[in-house]
């Protein structure tokens, strides 16, 4: 009985277990539902243009919804990368200033940073995800990879141009990497992912890596402006290694400046033109309102598509505040935060002095009248004589009238009857409509003169109601002009796709053309090559641009790199430039002063120590391989 | 620091899912439902449940009917009422328009109001709640049931905060074959709705300014009291009235939870043979709509918002267990226990959000993991005086790769009841004497993916997508992994010795145990490069706890009219970071913890080997010779003449050093009165709210004058200074949990009916030196802490 009752005891134990034992172990191997593996996310022929569009939109997006972050550790919209590239670039200059309060923003324009800085560490972190995106990339699409999958040769092709397109985008980064940090440290798609120490490589090392990269892909690439709007093109890869070129000095210390005008004339001869009008370059439709043809390489933004509070979303509406209306913008309410310095706004004053100068030789010839500095008593206002029987002259006149007169002797002067540009002695008076400065020139030869307003370099693009040109409290946004330059509505003034106003539409350029001028011109100064002639012609296509007509020319004499650091300044301001600028002119740290530079409100010079930014603490901490920047 | 912090939850047999946050597993019970309530720390008695065991459990099992009983019904309500006890100290009228003066800028000035708005009183209520509930029970020759219905009604103290809870459970038991088969069914399901109060509505009560009205006067935004701009649009940064976002936001969800299990036990033909096999299931459904009207001040830009969000989650457990006792030659007494338990979950969730601009926002989840279980118990008894157990366990997850699956973990314990030895057995002065050592390992794995040692992709959504030529692409992100990560192991030793004096009419225990964990599953940064994600869920570090319990249960008066029992028990507690894997230097500040508001990205906290978890990483602040702090000046201690990051020092931590408890019953012929003491001493809290809103800059920016904290009014602080120790602050206190006043009748119709009636305070009082809300908040951080109520009560039970 006992056995008989065991056994059958036993036997029900047996048949339960193994039962529910059976397949058991296999339980364990479950698979993501809405996340995909690497096998489930390729199946899927679209995915690699996916894992590029990702790459791509690395720049312009802060993760896979609206309220994902990529970066941990700091609010999703303060870790966008053209953000915080702009807060970089941009703040610990005189061109910008912040008025808010975020944990430690401030110490950027005060150059007072230190290794803990969250905005630093978040760029820092922001360009090894990027660089983590290629290299991952990289390792899915090798040709074994590839194979596996069954790929066919059309995709493969596509994939090619893919992989050639990732590299220019980890250059890009790797190029930020060695210009904010100097010697960091260096992975490829040839490391594991896991949790191990990079070793750091030298900032000449990971500048000929750079070199490298694009020589290698610069025939993978397609040509200029052919490949679809937002992708890398042969015209990126050679503006990047102009752009490396000519910071060499600074990187590597060796000077490569006939490297840099090698690409530059590669750039410019790329079949790029500059835009119709300065301030559309940075509309809502500045994809396709003539500004295209300008851009070497933008970052693209949507309203609708592409949104989040970081890349022109936050420089647009951080830049508004005050008395300025927020529907100028085509957004729904500026963050008051953004303004510039008096520094930046001197950079502007038209110096009429300079400009008469170069005119011609004083004349006896002059202007007087109720719009001239002395009324109808004189001193007349002297003009210059530009040629035989030619005489013009930039004056600063008020509404009134003026007449021509010699030697301030009413015995011989002309006036017009009809106001119809053609002189008659002892005409009219010529009425001046509004006070403003403008450009007169007379021609006694055919009897004949102009009257324009010289309108001045549109670039200077200031909002001063209820704004103070001297900074006095930093945290007020009221204290520092205003600038209008970035603006979500297109060339009729509609408000961009999103139509509450949230998010802009409006493209970051990284490269344009006018860059690409602006650096012949400073490699030509520094001894690269190119002649001043050609120069000279470059830099006076970017200023026609500006002033709308030839007054803002210049002659071949003015070329100096003090006036190339002020014409940059006026070209590029607020694209994300200054900082690299000024370092490469000395004059970001222990030279140049600019208001609230160190703390002071005057500005002081900082320690050259400043020049590169610290790599984050945590990483110190994290990688026993670091070694930290002098001066931190 | 480590993966998970709560107590595994058992309800009769069931496990309860940990990561359930629709109406966590205990809440669905009905108090009137409990049967018992078992705390379980000591490492052994924990190793059997395995690897959601590792913070304690919590065993508790629901009433069942008994055999042959008659038919016997229950009814219970209570009527409460809820009142705000403390409120955050902000400046009142006179000192915000004081202040603002004396800051001197002119729009500023400008703006101040001539009210005096107290706006934390205008978003607060007394809250009101009700409960009621109808058991009845009755036993049948092989047979008997329990069922209950219940229903709550429930609102918070913050205006428009309330919930509505119905629910019903059924137990029935049934026995067969001669009692050798029994049948134990259990289900439970509660169905609620829940009113969510807006949750910037507490945050804007304390910066809104107090000069202003609530009310605007007019019809525009629904009649309150809004920031505008000059062209009568709100404005777009400053705070939206408290009051306005509670009464205009709606938020609404259902949330319905059923769990269940059955239990068939059967005795072998065999003696001392048993198998026992549970099958559970607990499944979650929420479903809430929201949304922002377009009239509202909030919702004005987007032309309002709606939306919806969907949770579920299910887990299915079958646990099977053979179990063989035996007796032979009394007094060796044998127990084993051989078994093996799956537990398996699935989770998703949805959000969609649509605005009145058409802007689409949404997001959808879902994943999966289990658990499967081996393990073996032998438990040895000889005479009842000695006992030894011996468990092995086997634990696999399927969050780990197969390389790293599994964890074996043994325990073991052994007990010696010294009060049964000949020498004690008939002693009354010590009649319980039992010395308990023992030794547990548990494994950890709640971690926060289920998939974090796999490359993954995630697709990014359509607002987030990037452009080539005239195409919209949506994105796909690889995320970080480590291939690497593995179980979390912890391991338990105690000892302690249960006591029992004057016939255990004193009884208690006194224990002492030091817990080491290895292999601590956090979140650290990854070195810069190594990974795909800058932040990454891995093993990180070693951890160790360890401390003493003290308990004494008296019963001081035991009379026919009056009893009176006390139980007092004391803990002291100590943790320290041993290891962290990624931080070879013990100098350095260590990793970075603890997000704090004031700014982006903040942290007060650190992990620091040899320290405390959490400890606050803060500046030694320096005062003049009134004792007032001078802002920015703190202790330069590495001397180089700069106030840098490495003048921080670990300064205290949240975490209490002595844990105290005391609670009394006492009984009077009918009356009876109980109360719960608690106190807790050591524990800091940093007051983040003074530290990021207690500074003059806070009090106008962006165009719009906002409140702040009034320990301004003591340091006068121009900037925020997020890392002064001046914030750091004594948070022990001894609180009154709850008092109970109640009364029996007891005689009513021959003893068959019993009827009861009580009035209980909760949350009585709170003595404290913290001068922020609460002085218990969990991790250390006062931030957004909604407040806790004192609720007075009146109720009574009738069981007939």
Known sequence: MLNKKIKFSLGIITLMLTLLLGSCEDVLDKEPITE????????????????????????????????????????????????????????????????????????????????????????????????????????????????????????????????????????????????????????????????????????????????????????????????????????????????????????????????????????????????????????????????????????????????????????????????????????????????????????????????????????DWGLVGSATTNGWDGPDMEMYETSTDNY????????????????????????????????????????????????????????????????????????????????????????GYAITKWRNVDVNGNRGVDGSGTFCDIDFPVFRLADAYLMYAEVFLRGGGGDAGTATGYINMIRERAYGNAGGNINPGALSLEFIMAERSRELYWESHRRTDLIRFNQFSENGVWPWKGGVIQGTTTAKTRDLYPIPSADIIANPNLTQNPGY | MSANNNPLIVIDGVPMDQEA?????????????????????????????????????????????????????????????????????????????????SQGIENSIALLGENDTDWQDEIYRTAIGTDNNLTVTQGFDNSSFRASVGYTYQEGIVKTDDFTRKSGSLNYRHNLFNDTFKINFNIRGTVSDKNNADEGARGNSLTMDPTQPVYSGTTQYGGFWEWLDADGTPNAQSPKNPLGLLEQNNSVESIQRYIGNVKLDYDFPVEGLKANLNLGFDYGQTDGYWDVPATSASGFDDLGTTGTWNNLRRSTLADFYVNYLHEFEKPHKIDIMVGYSYQDFYRENATYQISGQ???????????????????????????????????????????????????????????????????????????LKLRIGYGETGQQEI?????????????????????????????????????????????????????????????????????????????????????????????????????????????????????????????????????????????????????????????????????QFSYLVYKQVYDSDGNPLQGVYEDLNGDGQWTDLDKRIYKNPNPDYLLGLSSYMNYKNWDFNFVFRASLGNYT???????????????????????????????????????????????????????????????????????????????????????????????????????????????????
Not at chain 1, 429 to 449: K, Q
Not at chain 2, 25 to 37: A, C, K, R, T, W
Not at chain 2, 387 to 411: A, E, H, K, M
């Open chain 1, 36 to 363: 995909l593996t690497s096998e489930q996310a390729f199946e899927n022929e679209e995915s690699y243009e996916q894992f590029m569009a990702k790459i791509y939109g690395g720049l312009a997006i802060n993760g896979q919804d609206l309220d994902d972050a990529d970066i941990q550790g700091i609010d999703g919209h303060f870790s966008n990368y053209v953000r915080l590239y702009y807060n970089l670039q941009e703040l610990s200059t005189e061109e910008a200033i912040i008025a808010w309060n975020d944990g430690t923003i401030h110490d950027l324009h005060n150059q007072v940073w230190t290794p803990a800085n969250e905005f630093i560490a978040a760029m820092y972190y922001r360009i090894y995800f990027q660089i983590g995106l290629v290299n991952q990339f990289l390792r899915e699409t090798t040709e074994d990879k590839l194979d596996g999958r069954g790929v066919d040769d059309a995709l493969k092709a596509k994939i090619a141009e893919f992989r050639a397109e990732a590299r220019f985008m980890r250059a890009l980064s790797y190029w930020h990497g060695i210009d904010f940090f100097g010697a960091i440290p260096f992975v490829t798609e040839d490391d594991v992912v896991g949790n191990f120490f990079p070793e750091q490589k030298s900032r000449t090392e990971v500048f000929t890596f750079i070199e490298s990269e694009l020589k290698d892909i610069e025939p993978l690439l397609m040509a200029p402006r052919s490949n679809e709007l937002g992708r890398a093109d042969k015209g990126a890869a050679w503006m990047l290694l102009a752009k490396i070129y000519i910071n060499a000095e600074v990187y590597t210390g060796t000077a490569r400046y006939a490297d840099a005008m090698t690409y530059i004339n590669n750039v410019i001869s790329g079949g790029y033109a500059l835009g119709p009008k300065y301030n559309y370059l940075f509309l809502a439709d500045n994809e396709s309102n003539g500004s295209q043809n300008e851009s070497i390489f933008s970052v693209r933004f949507d309203g609708i598509n592409i949104t989040g509070w970081g890349g022109t979303t936050y420089i647009t509406h951080a830049a508004v505040g005050g008395t300025m209306d927020p529907n100028i913008f085509g957004i729904d309410g500026g963050w008051g935060g953004l303004r510039t310095t008096s520094t930046f706004v001197e950079k502007f004053e038209a110096d009429l002095t300079g400009l008469n100068d170069g005119l011609g030789a004083l004349s």
């Open chain 1, 392 to 479: 013009a002259l930039y004056a600063t006149l008020v509404a009134g009238e003026i007449k021509f007169r010699f030697d301030e002797d009413w015995g011989n002067n002309y006036g017009s009857d009809n106001n119809d540009g053609n002189l008659q002695p002892g005409g009219a008076n010529i009425p001046i409509p509004a006070d403003g400065v403008y450009f007169i020139t007379m021609n006694l030869g055919n009897l004949t003169y102009t009257l324009s307003p010289f309108s001045g370099d549109t670039r200077e693009m200031f909002h001063i109601d209820g704004q103070s040109l001297e900074i006095e409290n930093p945290f007020d946004f009221s204290n």
């Open chain 2, 21 to 101: 946050d629709n109406a966590p597993g205990l809440s669905s019970v009905n108090p009137n439902d409990i049967e018992s309530f078992v705390i379980l720390k000591d490492a052994s008695a924990t190793a059997i449940y395995g690897s959601r065991a590792s913070a304690g459990v919590i065993l508790i099992t629901t009433k069942t009917g008994h055999r042959n009983a008659p038919l016997r019904a229950d009814f219970s309500t209570w009527v409460s009422v809820g009142t705000r006890e403390n409120q955050v100290s902000v400046l009142d009228a006179d000192q915000f328009t004081a202040a603002i003066q």
């Open chain 2, 358 to 432: 058409g802007a689409i926002r949404e997001t959808e989840f879902a994943t999966t993991n289990s658990l499967l279980s081996y393990f073996t118990r032998l438990n040895y008894a000889y005479d009842n005086r000695y006992l030894v157990t011996f468990t092995y366990r086997r634990d696999g997850s399927s969050r780990f790769s197969p390389d790293n699956r599994w964890g074996n973990f043994f325990s073991g314990a052994v007990a010696w009841s010294i009060a049964d030895e000949a020498f004690l057995r008939d002693s009354e002065t010590i009649s319980t």
């Open chain 2, 448 to 612: 926060g993916s289920d998939f974090g040692y796999l490359p993954v992709y995630t697709p990014g959504q359509n607002n987030v997508r990037y452009q080539f030529g005239n195409r919209f692409i949506n994105t796909l992100r690889p995320e970080g992994y480590d291939s690497e990560i593995k179980w979390e192991e912890s391991a338990t030793s105690n000892i302690g010795i249960d006591y029992g004096f004057l016939n255990d009419r004193i009884t208690g225990s006194l224990e002492y145990y030091i817990r080491k964990t290895t292999d601590v599953l956090s979140t650290v940064s990854p070195p810069a490069g190594s990974n795909l994600s800058n932040s990454l869920f891995t093993n990180i570090g070693d951890l160790e706890n360890s401390g003493f319990e003290f308990s004494v249960n008296a019963d001081i008066f035991q009379t026919d009219n009056f009893v009176w029992n006390v139980n007092f028990n004391a803990t002291y507690l100590q943790n320290e970071i041993t290891r962290l894997n990624a931080v070879e230097d013990p100098e350095s500040p260590g990793l970075a913890v603890g997000g704090i508001r004031g700014g982006v990205g903040n942290t007060i906290q650190t992990q620091q080997v040899g320290q405390a």
């Open chain 2, 686 to 800: 940093y007051n983040n709210i003074a530290s990021s809103e207690g500074n003059s800059t806070s009090l106008f920016f962006n165009g719009t004058n906002r409140n702040i904290h009034d320990s301004y009014l003591d340091t006068g602080f121009g900037e925020v200074q997020l890392w002064s120790d001046y914030y750091i602050q004594d948070a022990s206190f001894l609180k009154m949990d709850n008092a109970v006043l109640g009364y029996n009748f007891n005689n009513l119709k021959e003893g068959e009916v019993i009827f009861r009636i009580y009035g209980s305070v909760q949350n009585a009082f709170v003595i404290t030196d913290y001068d922020g809300l609460d002085p218990e908040i969990s991790g250390g951080i006062d931030n957004n802490f909604y407040p806790r109520p004192r609720t007075f009560l009146l109720g009574f039970n009738v069981n007939f």
